[in-house]
């Protein structure tokens, strides 16, 4: 089993639906959670990220972490054809060095106008 | 954010060459960058970990002799591929931490390097 699973996609919507995206992971030593958002032939982009259970929300975005599950969620609200992209989740270890940061495979989504 | 910028964004060389590939932190000084390989729908792999003033750390199976990481500088680090063959073709990714910013890291734009 891997550490961070995330389904590759892709995923398509329509201009406006919430979009919910996810990974699990296995490692319940994982306590830093990140969201990074990657455009074709760029660098990620950090998004969000999260040290805690619970919900983070910052602007149509919400992070949520269920550390009892292993479980983490990106929510886009009103999704727009500019966050067509690769959405990847990253996790870490408290203490760890950044070499530590574990990346999900990263999903692909398309929202059509 | 912190801004990571990345040289070039994209180069082809010819097999046997070698290519370097810049990274610089522009308005922070950073002690550790990082260099990532990104294949298509996989994940990012660390490749290695370059510290300022000493040698890279380099992941398990990373050639260390074949890829070349420099970090003269608080805010350049190099990543050279040397006798590049086809099978180095990828994007490859740099990014730093931000000292007093903990965990978090900011990434290079890619290089997407074609060897033909």
């Known amino acids: 089993q891997k550490e961070v699973e995330q389904d590759p996609g892709p995923l398509s919507v329509p201009e406006g639906a919430i979009v919910s995206l996810n990974c699990t992971y296995s490692?319940?030593?994982?306590?830093?959670f990140m969201w990074y958002r990657q455009y074709s032939r760029k660098g990620p982009e950090l998004l969000m990220y999260?040290?805690?259970?619970g919900n983070k929300e910052d602007g149509r975005f919400t992070a949520q972490v269920d550390k009892s599950s292993k479980y983490i969620s990106l929510f886009i609200r009103d999704s727009q054809p500019s966050d067509s992209a690769t959405y990847l989740c990253?996790?870490?270890?408290?203490?760890?060095?950044?070499?530590?940061?574990?990346f999900g495979k990263g999903t692909k989504l398309s929202v059509k106008p | 954010g912190a801004v990571v910028s990345q040289h070039p964004s994209r180069v082809i060389c010819k097999s046997g060459t070698s290519v370097k590939i810049e990274c610089r932190s522009l308005d922070f000084q950073a002690t550790t960058m990082f260099w990532y390989r990104q294949f298509p729908k996989k994940s990012l792999m660390l490749m290695a970990t370059?510290?300022?003033?000493?040698?890279?750390?380099?992941e398990q199976g990373v050639e260390k002799d074949k890829f070349l990481i420099n970090h003269a500088s608080l805010t350049l680090s190099t990543l050279t591929v040397t006798s590049a063959h086809p099978e180095d073709s990828s994007f490859y990714i740099c990014?730093?931490?931000?000292?007093?910013?903990?965990?978090?890291?900011?990434f290079g734009q890619g290089t997407r390097l074609t060897v033909v």
């Open positions: 490692n319940s030593a994982f306590q830093y």
């Open positions: 990253a996790m870490t270890v408290y203490g760890g060095s950044q070499g530590n940061l574990i």
């Open positions: 370059s510290n300022e003033g000493s040698k890279a750390t380099y």
């Open positions: 990014s730093a931490r931000v000292p007093g910013q903990g965990l978090l890291a900011f």
């Open positions: 999260t040290y805690s259970s």
